[in-house]
């Protein structure tokens, strides 16, 4: 296959990049012993599981798909988190997961019946403190209902639960910043976490940034897991594939009001939401910061404020030119949705000799089956 004639839009994975972001979470196992689930919320492509699965211990989850997708493509360890289940969810999942955690004691005390004897149970556990940039992102913001606060604790849940979970990181680069969350938590739950299996410290830690110190960061969870007596695990998602994925659109035309917009066959708030959510601006790889040439990098939806980015340019865009949004697969392609009838960005992959693997390509018969299956009689 070759790349130039790919119809845009499209995800280009890229295998080596991958595997330079497993190779150092395979570095950070080796120092302190924790094991990675990979957090499949972020990132769940299951086309390319096979090059993940040699570096991570497993898969957790969100909601009850995600459970059943971590066990039939990933296998290995099996966590099952819900902010809230049903009990058909939890019926549902009890059989295939092996570790079940709940996000409340009361959803504990309503479930664990189910569980017992099926999964190690676990508790999500809110410890009041975080390193998250933007309030929408943070599980310690005011009224959280992310896990238990300390003082709705009943310190005797811990004589009938193997492990708790804590997530309180929103892309944390800052190992210190991490290390001081981590002994807070010792602090405050240490006499509890002393009874347990495991613990995990969830996602959120960006330990693959170039420049992260990765054995300051494992010799903090080793210690931890040594003072505790704990496995200790993490959640990683957007570590294990950030710029690794580049979404690749095409410049349809180009129009003046002030400033230049170039339209793109792409739109931030059908693939890739979270720069709208965020109001975070997308990176084009074509960019050059100083270049004499700006534009508005707009989307092709209708809705007025929902742009990639601003960027310059060395040259003027031409309408036909491709450009490659860096750093598109945390949260995309697990987002895609299909506002404005937009056609949905085919899935590649492409692989350290080269070749390019056609993972996913939508057409007009999924757009419409997503709407109705059937119509009224
Ligand atoms: C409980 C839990 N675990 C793991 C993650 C993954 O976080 P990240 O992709 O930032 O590593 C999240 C993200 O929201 C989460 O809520």
């Not at 613990?199 to 010799?219: A, C, I, R």
């Not at 066959?265 to 990176?283: C, V, W």
């Amino acid at each position: 296959m070759n790349k130039d004639q790919l119809k845009t839009p499209y995800f280009m994975i890229d295998e080596a990049k991958l595997i330079r972001n497993l190779e150092i979470a395979k570095q950070l196992k080796e120092i302190s012993g924790v094991k990675l689930v990979l957090a499949l919320k972020c990132f769940s492509t299951w086309g390319v599981f096979d090059i993940i699965k040699p570096y991570l211990d497993g898969t957790t989850s969100s909601g009850p798909f995600e459970v059943k997708l971590g066990y039939e493509k990933f296998g290995g360890e099996t966590h099952a988190y819900s902010v809230g289940y049903s009990e058909d969810d939890v019926r549902e999942v009890a059989d295939i997961c092996d570790k079940m955690i709940f996000n409340s004691q009361s959803q504990l005390a309503a479930y664990r019946h189910l569980v017992e004897g099926k999964a190690s149970l676990g508790l999500r556990l809110n410890p009041g403190v975080s390193y998250a940039g933007q309030d929408l992102a943070n599980p310690a913001r005011k009224f959280s209902r992310l896990g238990v606060q300390v003082d709705h604790l009943n310190p005797e849940v811990f004589d009938s639960i193997n492990g708790v979970m804590f997530h309180m990181n929103c892309e944390n680069k800052d190992v210190d910043a991490f290390i001081n969350l981590l002994d807070a938590i010792s602090e405050q739950f240490g006499e509890y976490l002393n009874k347990l299996d495991w613990v995990s410290m969830g996602g959120g830690v960006f330990f693959t940034w170039p420049g992260y110190d990765v054995e300051k960061l494992g010799l903090a969870l080793k210690a931890f897991s040594e003072k505790h007596g704990v496995q200790m695990y993490l959640e990683p998602g957007e570590a294990i594939i950030t710029k690794t994925t580049d979404l690749v659109v095409t410049v349809v035309d180009v129009v003046e009001n002030v400033m230049k917009t170039a339209i793109v066959d792409s739109a931030t708030e059908a693939h890739r939401l979270d720069t709208l959510i965020y109001n975070e601006p997308a990176s084009v790889l074509e960019a050059s910061e100083n270049g004499e040439h700006q534009y508005v990098i707009g989307s092709c939806s209708c809705l007025a404020g929902d742009q990639f980015c601003v960027a310059n340019f060395d040259k003027p865009l031409e309408i036909g030119q491709k450009l490659h949004i860096i750093d598109s697969a945390g949260y995309t392609m697990v987002k895609l949705n299909w506002f404005n009838g937009l056609k949905m960005p085919s899935v590649y992959c492409e692989r350290t000799n080269g070749d390019i693997e056609k993972l996913n390509e939508f057409g007009y018969d999924d757009f419409k089956r997503s709407l109705s299956q059937w119509s009224v009689s």
